[in-house]
């Protein structure tokens, strides 16, 4: 019995396949410099640079927020890494309640 022949693809599945091997890469890409800046604030804290710190936080906050705008991240994941990196930030600067 011979094997049966793959059914043939539409253009609109073509073209969605095509366009999904792009956006997967660019995906990639914003995540790993996602990851790249929360790297920068946590050895900031672990170097005990205030300022470089709180300007990488500033930078992340921003990156991350762009990512789940477009979908990237979800919103509540951006959210929780936004809040990690902020407390983590403030850990490490004198308490202004005191």
Same mark, same amino acid.
């Given at each position: 019995?011979?094997?049966?022949?793959?059914? @043939? *693809?539409?253009?609109? &599945?073509?073209?969605?396949?095509?366009?999904s091997? =792009?956006? /997967? !890469?660019?995906?990639?890409? $914003?995540?790993?410099?996602?990851?790249?800046?929360? @790297? *920068?604030?946590?050895? &900031?804290?672990?170097?005990?640079?205030?300022?470089? =710190?709180? /300007? !990488?936080?500033?930078?992340? $906050?921003?990156?991350?927020s762009?990512?789940?705008? @477009?979908?990237?991240?979800?919103?509540?994941?951006?959210?929780?890494?936004?809040?990690?990196? /902020?407390?983590?930030?403030?850990?490490?600067?004198?308490?202004?309640a005191?």
């Amino acid at each position: 019995m011979p094997a049966k022949a793959a059914p @043939k *693809k539409s253009q609109s &599945a073509i073209k969605r396949a095509r366009q999904s091997v =792009a956006l /997967t !890469a660019n995906n990639k890409s $914003v995540k790993n410099m996602l990851r790249t800046l929360s @790297k *920068k604030v946590e050895k &900031a804290v672990a170097d005990k640079n205030a300022d470089g =710190a709180k /300007t !990488a936080l500033k930078e992340t $906050v921003s990156a991350v927020s762009k990512a789940a705008g @477009k979908g990237i991240i979800h919103r509540n994941t951006a959210s929780r890494k936004i809040s990690r990196l /902020t407390r983590l930030v403030n850990s490490m600067l004198p308490s202004e309640a005191a």
